[in-house]
């Protein structure tokens, strides 16, 4: 068979890959299937770090050995090294799979591709890169963290068809329902979101995940960066008073006054106070060392503005509505200059969403 006749497996190897969405971090999202005589027989995906990664699951899932000449579908290249979950190249070939069907190469460098080679060299079939680009852009994530041992950054901003992402008056928001729906898909997807002290204050964010039939709850960060300590002028906003305050953490710098600490711990928040002069280059080693793999980073448009001038954004989200606000409109960021790698466009209703990683 040909790559192309795989594409409905891997295909429902995503939708299961996307069952641990934002729950497997440092972790890959990551699906499998077996297959025998052209049927599917098991499935299984990587619910958590410390579980069975989705090949081992798909074979526990099956209850017994596979037939002969079974097929396995799984949207990342195997793993070859033990971790704490054991090699899954060994279960594999221990197995006695035949074919191994494989989506996106291991973005390792370490280990790019020798987890095909110990299968190939062990007789197993392997066909490598259907649907690639999809089974990649699902752990855009993990693959920066993988590769460069820093969080990604991802920027997002809703604008208005002439530009604008802010009115002067009337509804704050700029895009409709099943935009801000996909927007919280998007924060469940990283373990950290972040707004300037300005958003903070203005619109008084929650910045927690709001989905269908799932409780809210907080991602592992919430930073407010705030060189000022302007927030600590409101103590009632949600991100200093709500119940999950204990993972809101106001990012200043050594230019803050010195009790900025001490005035964090009273009000049960933490306080990162990062080099004045290497701002954010300080703050992706802070979050390097507590394994933030990604931080989402929605504005306002100051907060943005400073990321991308300085080129520390990695990928970005524009959600766009065909309304124009014309004299209504209150702020613009330029994005003119905003050149996308990948470049992938979702429909959400009437609003359009524009997201990739980002070339400067």
């Known amino acids: ?32 299937l077996i297959v025998e005589d052209g049927r599917v027989v098991a499935e299984g995906f990587h619910a958590k770090a410390g579980q069975p990664h989705a090949e081992a699951m798909a074979l ?44 996106a190469t291991d973005p390792n460098p370490a280990h790019a591709g020798k987890g095909f080679s110990i299968l190939r060299v062990a007789g ?5 890169g259907v649907l690639e680009r999809e089974c990649e852009d699902l752990n855009s994530v993990f693959n920066h963290w993988i590769q460069r041992q820093t969080p990604l950054l991802a920027g997002k901003i809703a604008v208005s068809a002439d530009g ?13 329902a099943l935009a801000h729906a996909d927007v919280h898909k998007w924060r469940a997807c990283f373990p950290a979101i972040a707004v300037g002290s300005g958003t903070a204050l203005t619109d008084n964010p929650a910045l927690t995940v709001r989905l269908n039939q799932v409780p809210e709850y907080s991602p592992r960060a919430r930073f407010v960066f705030d060189r000022k ?7 009632s906003l949600c991100l200093l008073s709500d119940g999950f305050r204990e993972h809101t953490v106001i990012v200043t710098d050594t230019a803050a006054p010195k009790d900025a600490e001490q005035r964090c711990a009273a009000l049960g928040v933490q306080c990162w106070r990062l080099d004045k002069n290497h701002f954010f280059e300080d703050f992706r080693a802070h979050c390097a060392a507590q394994e933030i793999t990604g931080v989402y980073c929605e504005g306002g448009p100051a907060l943005l503005k400073a990321l991308l001038e300085q080129k520390q954004l990695d990928y970005f989200f524009r959600y766009t509505s065909p309304e124009p606000f014309g004299e209504n409109g209150a702020a613009k960021l330029n994005l003119n200059t905003l050149h996308f790698k990948n470049e992938i466009t979702e429909k959400f209703g009437s609003d359009t969403l524009q997201r990739g990683k980002i070339f400067y």
């Open 1 to 32: 068979m040909d790559a192309p006749a795989y594409e409905p497996l891997m295909r429902r190897a995503l939708e299961l890959a996307r069952q641990g969405w934002g729950r497997t971090h440092p972790n890959p999202m990551v699906g499998a």
């Open 60 to 103: 526990i899932n099956l209850g017994r050995r596979p037939k002969p000449g079974a097929l396995m579908v799984v949207t990342l290249e195997p793993c070859s090294t033990q971790g704490r979950t054991g090699a899954c190249t060994e279960k594999i070939i221990k197995a006695g799979i035949s074919k191994l069907v494989v989506g």
């Open 124 to 128: 197993v079939d392997v066909v490598a």
């Open 164 to 176: 604008f992402c802010a009115r002067k008056t009337g509804a704050r928001d700029v895009t409709g």
């Open 229 to 235: 300590l302007r927030v600590f002028q409101n103590p």
